[in-house]
């Protein structure tokens, strides 16, 4: 009976085994099956689009599962207004589609190169059309795609998409930034081209208004309009400009600001303009810049105060009262692979040698209110053969302008010298050697 109840209790066991591993196996044949392979398309294109003119279409394509598609078919379609001019891949490679039907395009990849890791961007078709010249304003042009594959997807609700641009004379109109990434104390331009297409048939010109909204006071201030071509400002934070653009003539405005020094690096500095006309407007921009800060600068803004350290063992203290506007400082080196050829007469490099200077607005600031402390750190190995009690920092105003003492240090501490100046230039470390050789005097 005990045999017979243990065989018994056994066979439970090895039941309940098998259960749970056909269970598990079960699961992770429905978790291959569904989430492995998850396609998904994206487009772009402009927002406006004048007619008879070119625009671009961008259809963007990736795999966000885990394993790769065995194939995919990419179908777009294009509006019935628009003629298709180019097809290519992303570095500008002819990709045409492999089915034209009508306004109908299909692209076939047998295994896509949009297999990737999870997330990771993939494979693009770049489309140029054109859109009628008799368009009338206000069509929306659509343009759909989507993607398919004969795998199981674990989701399907992303294979589709759509996007619009509106048909207006004023579809060439931009609004630009020059430059993607600027540091506190930059000045960034913007142009605004506000730009109207010829119609057959149409006005050739049109009254039109400008309306700019500026970012944050906090982060920059308007420096004023430049060219020929200016408009109004409202509470340094609003600018207007309206007239008459005729058909052809495009009309270029351009203003500068300048980035406060309180603007934290990561910030991302961004505004809109929006273009009116007749009963129609549309949206300039944005326009996008990126505020970063290098090691080895400090961004002050008005009556602040601060410590920065490059690598190279210079550490710049602005204290209270220094600054009484935004200003970047920063700290290089001045020669790295190389020891300077003119030194004070009788003296050695100490192998410690920089340039400082400060900005604001873009302009270069080199007086300050208050003495700027510099402390230079150094090791043994810094200052070989030198005389420890003769190391002086000393300053130039240039590559070929001779050396002249800084003073003496403020403070001299282990392995630290510390001295203060109102004014930036070329900085070295010098010292008199350990040594001293003399030649042998003779007699006649």
């Keep these: 009976m005990k045999n017979v109840a243990r065989t018994a209790s056994l066979v439970a066991v090895l039941s309940l085994g098998i259960a749970a591993v056909l269970l598990m196996l079960s699961s992770l044949s429905t978790w291959a099956a569904s989430g492995d392979v998850d396609l998904t398309v994206e487009l772009e294109a402009p927002a406006h689009v004048a007619p008879g003119s070119t625009f671009l279409v961008r259809i963007a394509y990736y795999n966000l599962g885990a394993e790769a598609a065995p194939d995919a078919q990419v179908t777009a ?49 770049l489309l140029t059309l054109q859109a009628d010249e008799g368009v009338p304003e206000g069509t929306a042009l659509t343009t759909t795609a989507s993607i398919a594959t004969t ?48 119609q057959p048939g149409g006005n050739e010109w049109e009254w039109v208004t400008l309306t700019d909204t500026l970012p944050f006071s906090h982060q ?5 309009w430049r060219g020929t071509v200016t408009g109004t400002t409202h509470d340094g ?10 058909a052809g003539e495009p009309v270029l405005l351009q203003y500068h600001l300048g980035v406060e020094g309180v603007v934290t690096p990561g ?18 921009g944005p326009a996008t810049t990126v505020i970063t800060l290098p090691h080895g600068a400090l961004a002050l803004g008005p009556n602040q105060y601060g410590q920065v350290y490059h ?17 970047r ?62 190391l002086r920092l000393w300053t130039r105003s240039g590559p070929e302008g001779p050396w002249a003492t800084l003073g003496e240090p403020v403070r001299v501490m282990s392995g630290a010298l510390a001295f203060t100046t109102t004014h930036f230039s070329q900085f070295a470390l010098f010292g008199r050697g350990q040594y001293q050789t003399f030649l042998p005097l003779t007699t006649r």
């Design 220 to 224: 920059v201030r308007f420096l004023g």
């Design 329 to 390: 400082f920063q700290i290089g080196p001045l020669f790295t692979d190389t020891i300077p050829t003119n030194p004070p007469p009788g003296l050695m490099f100490a192998y410690r040698a920089f340039e400082m200077n400060a900005f604001r607005f873009g302009d270069q600031v080199r007086q300050f209110n208050q003495p700027l402390t510099i402390t230079l750190n150094f090791t043994d190995t810094d200052a070989p053969g030198l005389k420890r009690e003769t």
């Design 267 to 284: 910030t991302t500095i961004s505004n809109t303009a929006m273009l009116r006309w007749a009963e129609h407007q549309m949206q300039l």
């Design 311 to 327: 690598r190279y063992g210079v550490t710049l203290t602005v204290p209270p009262g220094a600054v009484t506007d935004t200003t």
């Design 151 to 198: 795998a199981v997807e674990s989701d399907t609700t992303n294979n589709e998409s759509s996007v619009v641009s509106l048909v207006g004379p004023m579809a060439g109109s931009t609004k630009q930034v020059h430059a993607q990434s600027a540091m506190p104390g930059d000045v960034l331009t913007y142009t605004i081209t506000i730009s109207r297409a010829r």
């Design 237 to 246: 934070q609003t600018l207007r400009w309206e007239g008459r653009v005729q």
């Design 77 to 125: 379609t294009l509006p019935a207004e628009t003629q298709l001019i180019t097809s290519t891949d992303r570095w500008g490679v002819p990709l045409p589609p492999d089915v034209t039907d009508g306004n109908t395009l299909n692209w076939y990849f047998e295994r896509p190169d949009c297999y990737k890791p999870l997330n990771a961007c993939c494979g693009h078709i």
